[in-house]
């Protein structure tokens, strides 16, 4: 029996995907629930599992090839054996000479996309990786153990790699690799924020020294009761939510001709991951508490880590907070997420020689940035938002105290 192999159905903000890796080819067999395709998307990789035993019958759409929602991808052909699918034609000497071809190319195939572009980075050498996932294939679980259980040999990954170019002393080496559609999809939004919305980005900066004293007194107590720790992205986001509440225009998006006004908040928080930047979103952070915001968020770290993010948890969203300061970044301007019309910027902690009652006082100070769109958000708004979050902050009271 034939089945149409289809495409997932992609949520309304996708608009179409594209075949990366083919793990099985015409005429080799595949048990039920088996990947046979990762589907990737400008938000996460997709899998399509055969529908029950059999083999695939033809491929439709190969890889590279751009695909919509519930597309024909491939023919399945259920029950049948690979013998069936694929007939022996040619002579045994014609079947054993084509045999390592079609070797090859299944040993290529078992690679997954993520575990291929970390193999790539790291400069490894695939042949060595044991592969624990179906037919030996290596995943990037699978990877990332290899890099771990090995130290010695990772540092030295990178300069092995230079010899594979084949390039002679003292000459000048370029590679080409082809932009990832997450990272295509990124570039682009990223110019289209700036060419279609009046961006500003008003900055300011926190004492974090309250934050940080509360947080050295309650976080062993906090993780023994709650089972997470305690970080300052938690913090941030009650006092985002706070003052998202207070200053409407901020929490709201751009529709058109229309101004959305949002009766709820829901934060993004920028996670990077090896296939690049991501924006989970914590759902009606008004309910949550400061241990759910930590937990939830350590999650989104481990799945984005994995390349288990789905596309539900990047939906939506209404503000969006990113944190340069955990790679060093001392001040910023960030880049609007549309169609929100407000993101706020994080940074390092650096302690400073500061002005506090005609003395001065080493404290550890925080720069934050907030950029908006001024065809939604006044300036005045913009900055009366951002001092709100600095109180909040500097006075962690405020928040329980709703003052």
Sequence with gaps: MSIDIKAPTFPESVADGTVATWHKQPGEACSADELIVDIETDKVVLEVVAPADGVIKEIVKGEGDTVLSEEVIAIFEAGAAASEAAPAAAAPAAEAAAAPAAETTTDADKIGPAARKLIEENG?????????????????????????????????????????????????AEKRVPM?????TIAKRLVEAQQNAAMLTTYNEVNMKPV????????????????????????????????????????????????????????????????GLMVPVLRDTDSMGLAEVEATIADFGKRGREGKLGMDDMQGGTFTITNGGVFGSLMSTPILNPPQTAILGMHKI??????VNGQVEILPMMYLALSYDHRMIDGKEAVQFLVTIKDLLEDPARMLLDV
């Design 180 to 184: 990832t559609r997450l990272r295509a």
């Design 212 to 275: 940080m004293e509360l947080r050295k007194q309650y976080k062993d107590l906090f993780e023994k009761t709650h089972g997470a720790r305690l970080g300052f992205m938690s913090f941030f986001v009650k006092a985002a939510t706070e003052a998202l509440k207070r200053f409407p225009a901020v929490n709201a998006s751009i529709d058109g001709n229309d101004m959305v006004y949002h009766g709820y908040q829901d934060i993004g928080v920028a996670v990077s991951t090896d296939r």
């Design 124 to 172: 490894l050498d695939a042949s060595q990786i044991p592969g624990t996932g179906k037919n030996g294939g290596i995943t990037k679980e699978d990877v990332q153990n290899f890099i771990k259980n090995k130290p010695a040999a990772a540092p030295a990954a990178p300069a092995a790699a230079a010899p594979a170019l084949n390039v002679p002393v003292g000459e000048r």
């Design 350 to 355: 650096q302690e400073r020689p500061m002005a």
